[in-house]
């Protein structure tokens, strides 16, 4: 009996290898979205609302503590926070598509 392999399929190696390699491009496509995000917020609470330096430090830190506590806190990973996030908001009342569509 004769087997055909076909050569153009990935080895289990090369498929993990390339698994690893869309995360790691995932992560990096990520973190540059979420700092795009925190740079445009910083930007309004700066020229919007008169935060200088020190005030927009504290709130990007107290952003980067929310995020961590979140994550550890209900188990979650970073892309489950924003849904959290706007729960809780919900749950307060807040209606989160009115606000967002301007």
């Known amino acids: 009996m004769k087997v055909r392999i076909n050569r153009e399929e990935p080895t289990a190696t090369q498929r993990r290898a390339l698994r690893a390699e869309c995360v790691r491009e995932f992560d990096k496509l990520l973190a540059e979205y979420n700092r795009q995000s925190a740079v445009q917020i910083l930007h309004i609470l700066h020229f919007d609302y008169g935060f200088g330096q020190q005030r927009l430090k504290k709130f ?43």
Do not use: S
Request: glycine share 4%.
């Open 60 to 102: 990007a830190e107290k952003f980067a503590n929310m995020q961590l506590k979140t994550i550890d806190r209900y188990e979650m990973t970073d892309e489950d926070t924003p849904w959290l996030c706007e729960k809780q908001l919900r749950d307060d009342g807040i209606d989160v598509d009115k606000l967002l569509k301007g």
